[in-house]
């Protein structure tokens, strides 16, 4: 697939996705359908480990979404008459269950969002909207079930549909010395952080956070958005990129086995009942012992810890000398081609 508006450079294992939409990287349907690709496209390359998104234009990362397909949206949604269906309590309760369930079996089955989107994309010329929400959804749960370990680093403001989609990331850092904010100001304009903000940006900061943010609709700092969680961390501008890629690095290291399976029992058994959880996790161990670099790597790890603690009664390693010695390529060279599964499996 041809990108318009995405840019790929590759730096050892890690891949930087690089958003180009001038003047301010406004996002839009076309950049949801790029991401997905080049996300998938990612999770087939051995050589891709961790995936960055950032800004393409210098101090732009997203601004928020498109205002010319929000104004569309508002038009599908009269012609459709979507407005008195969801005022309706009983024909409102069933929709939002047909509508659960199609984002579950999205989530959980590959083939199913092929079908779905290939549907929707039918519909887009008469109703592009419908197609948007099926295609945003698909592109955040694409992010969020990768199997490749994922980083947004913002370089510049940060709004609505951008916070909203980097709050599908398994961490996110931010420039922290050039003034930037990130926000949800939707409800000023009369609708609300309807790309997952209300959802997944709670679950980052919690209800009472997401309420002032959502509806006093403050512009935030980046030391405020770390306070409360909303981003990992913040640096200079001009070390952005080189602490990203050194953090990445670190992370690409690891067993993506490993990696993997613990971001799909986090994203997953954090909404389900902790039996659930706890049998999703069970699940992800098991998958984790039958790889063959976890089975190396604790047989290496055995050795050294028969050398360093077991031998030594009297004055045994303590685990702040253990931490960095298992992050050296002792035991990082097990952790070769992973064994990824499949979301079906």
Same mark, same amino acid.
């Given at each position: 697939?041809?990108?318009?508006?995405?840019?790929?450079?590759?730096?050892?294992?890690?891949?930087?996705?690089?958003?180009?939409?001038?003047?301010?990287?406004?996002?839009?349907?076309?950049?949801?359908?790029?991401?997905?690709?080049?996300?998938?496209?990612?999770?087939?390359?051995?050589?891709?480990?961790?995936?960055?998104?950032?800004?393409?234009?210098?101090?732009?990362?997203?601004?928020?979404?498109?205002?010319?397909?929000?104004?569309?949206?508002?038009?599908?949604?009269?012609?459709?008459?979507?407005?008195?269906?969801?005022?309706?309590?009983?024909?409102?309760?069933?929709?939002?269950?047909?509508?659960?369930?199609?984002?579950?079996?999205?989530?959980?089955?590959?083939?199913?969002?092929?079908?779905y989107l290939a549907l929707m994309r039918r519909l887009r010329p008469y109703a592009p909207t419908i197609f948007t929400m099926a295609q945003m959804a698909a592109?955040?749960?694409?992010?969020?079930?990768?199997?490749?370990?994922?980083?947004?680093?913002?370089?510049?403001?940060?709004?609505?549909?951008?916070?909203?989609?980097?709050?599908?990331?398994?961490?996110?850092?931010?420039?922290?010395?050039?003034?930037?904010?990130?926000?949800?100001?939707?409800?000023?304009?009369?609708?609300?952080?309807?790309?997952? /903000? @209300? *959802?997944?940006?709670?679950?980052?900061?919690?209800?009472?956070?997401?309420? =002032?943010? %959502?509806?006093?609709? +403050?512009?935030?700092?980046?030391?405020?958005?770390?306070?409360?969680?909303?981003?990992?961390?913040?640096?200079?501008?001009?070390?952005?990129?080189?602490?990203?890629?050194?953090?990445?690095?670190?992370?690409?290291?690891?067993?993506?086995?490993?990696?993997?399976?613990?971001?799909?029992?986090?994203?997953?058994?954090?909404?389900?009942?902790?039996?659930?959880?706890?049998?999703?996790?069970?699940?992800?161990?098991?998958?984790?012992?039958?790889?063959? /670099? @976890? *089975?190396?790597?604790?047989?290496?790890?055995?050795?050294?810890?028969?050398? =360093?603690? %077991?031998?030594?009664? +009297?004055?045994?390693?303590?685990?702040?000398?253990?931490?960095?010695?298992m992050e050296s390529e002792r035991f990082t060279r097990h952790f070769g081609a992973p064994v990824l599964y499949k979301l079906e499996n």
């Open positions: 697939m041809m990108y318009c508006y995405l840019k790929t450079r590759q730096v050892g294992a890690v891949q930087w996705l690089e958003l180009h939409n001038p003047p301010v990287n406004f996002l839009n349907t076309d950049i949801l359908i790029e991401l997905h690709h080049a996300i998938r496209a990612a999770e087939q390359d051995d050589n891709v480990r961790v995936l960055v998104l950032t800004g393409g234009l210098d101090d732009r990362y997203v601004f928020h979404f498109s205002v010319d397909e929000l104004k569309q949206a508002g038009h599908d949604v009269r012609k459709l008459g979507l407005g008195h269906l969801f005022k309706t309590p009983v024909i409102a309760t069933l929709m939002r269950w047909h509508t659960a369930l199609g984002f579950r079996l999205m989530r959980r089955f590959r083939l199913y969002e092929q079908i592109t955040y749960f694409a992010i969020e079930n990768c199997q490749k370990i994922t980083i947004a680093a913002i370089n510049g403001t940060c709004n609505g549909g951008g916070t909203e989609m980097s709050a599908c990331f398994d961490f996110r850092f931010m420039v922290g010395d050039a003034g930037f904010t990130i926000g949800q100001p939707e409800v000023l304009i009369g609708i609300l952080a309807g790309g997952g /903000g @209300t *959802q997944r940006v709670t679950r980052l900061i919690g209800k009472a956070k997401a309420m =002032e943010l %959502m509806l006093a609709c +403050d512009q935030i700092s980046p030391q405020e958005a770390k306070r409360i969680n909303l981003i990992t961390d913040h640096f200079p501008k001009l070390e952005l990129a080189a602490k990203v890629q050194a953090y990445a690095e670190r992370l690409a290291l690891r067993s993506m086995t490993a990696c993997s399976e613990t971001r799909y029992a986090i994203h997953h058994g954090y909404e389900m009942e902790l039996t659930c959880g706890l049998a999703l996790e069970m699940a992800g161990i098991v998958r984790c012992f039958d790889d063959p /670099g @976890t *089975q190396a790597a604790l047989a290496d790890y055995a050795n050294y810890l028969q050398a =360093e603690v %077991m031998d030594k009664p +009297d004055a045994p390693a303590s685990m702040a000398e253990i931490s960095p010695a």
